[in-house]
């Protein structure tokens, strides 16, 4: 069987009815030390996870545009998170799915993504240059040309990405009476820029720190292999809105490692490498601005992470053991003073693809 090999779907709309609505939870497990505590809300305990939202979204958005036509096939690159919400936006909206993916996804990963009906292509070799990722996108461009009508949401850039998270926004003002500081990861850039600007009408004062991988280019690093997966990127997604972000914490894995397990011992609620990130984030923001109300989004649950994050045999392997975890971030002055090789905070906004002036720099 061949890729261009994809059958018809058959459109289960009624799954629609099983989007968001996800629990907001009280977190006050001890994270790098005591902290009065945060909310998360749970995305992970939605159908087809956070990014469900946004596969529906940008699925919608094509389909109104007539970019995308009623059964074709939706191709796109992804670590793993994305696949899942597109699984099920193309269950529910009647597409085939074809997914790009690389040989460093997990075989659980690969495994649930073909139980939910998706065609799997894998890359076996990173590219010289945006590794993993540049390597996936070549591939997708070839599945392009061979898959007739087929379309790629290409969710870095497309703004659907961030339309689609209205829905989170509504939900979380509407389960807070109000917020003082919300902490996003940033891999697309999608469910940060999609939420600040609704949940600053409501709340205009509110902070917005964005929590990225150690080795990501998004805030203007040098790229650098990253044993984190869905977090960080090696491109520069045009959906990040860099003006929207008040600083921007750069979070290792043995961070991540640590505040999982963590979370899983002492609150039964987890996940994997963002959750791992923004929990250490949120945890330290109830620290610095006590009496505050933060919040933040868990993306997804632990299930996909048992043989990473929660294995010891794979943190000793990788360096990442829980011991190793930093217990508070190193203050970097500007995104291209230092190379963040672990925790690191920086109060001074860059859009890498800028110049650094004042018009394209934020000084809160």
């Known amino acids: 069987m061949t890729v ?31 902290h009065p505590g945060f909310w998360a809300k749970l995305e992970g305990l939605g159908a087809g996870g956070m990014k469900a939202r946004a596969a529906v979204s940008m699925l919608l958005g094509a389909r109104e545009r007539g970019e995308l036509r009623p059964g074709a096939p939706v191709v796109e690159s992804t670590s ?57 996108l070549a591939r997708l461009q070839e599945l392009l040309a061979v898959l007739p009508d087929a379309y790629w949401p290409d969710q870095y850039n497309n703004p659907d990405n961030n339309t689609g998270y209205a829905s989170l926004a509504a939900e979380l003002a509407v389960q807070l009476d109000h917020a003082d500081v919300l902490v996003c990861s940033v891999g697309t850039g999608g469910h940060s820029a999609g939420i600040i600007g609704p949940l600053r009408r409501h709340w205009p004062a509110l902070r917005l720190i964005g929590v990225d991988a150690t080795g990501s ?46 979370l899983a011992r002492g609150s039964f609620v987890s996940g994997g490498w963002s959750t791992g990130a923004v929990a250490r984030v949120a945890a330290w923001a109830s620290r610095v601005h006590p009496g505050a109300v933060i919040a ?34 190193v203050e970097i002055p500007h995104p291209r003073a230092t190379e963040a090789i672990g925790w690191a905070r920086c109060t001074r906004i860059a859009d890498p693809l800028q110049p650094a002036t004042p018009r394209s720099e934020r000084n809160p």
Do not use: K
């Open 4 to 34: 261009t090999d994809v059958g018809p779907v058959v459109a289960r709309p009624e799954l629609l009815t099983l989007l968001g609505r996800t629990p907001l939870v009280r977190i006050t497990t001890e994270l790098a030390g005591p």
């Open 217 to 262: 280019t998004i805030f203007g690093q040098p790229a650098r292999p990253r044993l984190m997966r869905g977090l960080g990127s090696s491109i520069h997604p045009r959906n990040v809105a860099y003006d929207t972000f008040d600083e921007v914490h750069w979070v290792g894995p043995a961070e991540a490692v640590d505040s999982c397990r963590r």
């Open 296 to 329: 933040t989004v868990f993306p997804d649950g632990p299930h996909r992470y048992l043989g990473t994050v929660f294995d010891d045999d794979f943190a000793a392997a990788h360096g990442v053991a829980p011991s190793t975890a930093a217990v508070r971030p």
């Open 80 to 136: 793993g998170t994305l696949g899942i919400g597109l699984a099920f936006a193309g269950q529910a909206l009647g597409h085939p799915v074809v997914l790009v993916g690389d040989g460093e996804l997990e075989p659980s990963m690969r495994q649930l993504l073909r139980a939910h009906g998706v065609r799997l292509e894998l890359v076996d070799r990173p590219a010289p240059e945006g590794g993993w990722q540049a390597a996936r």
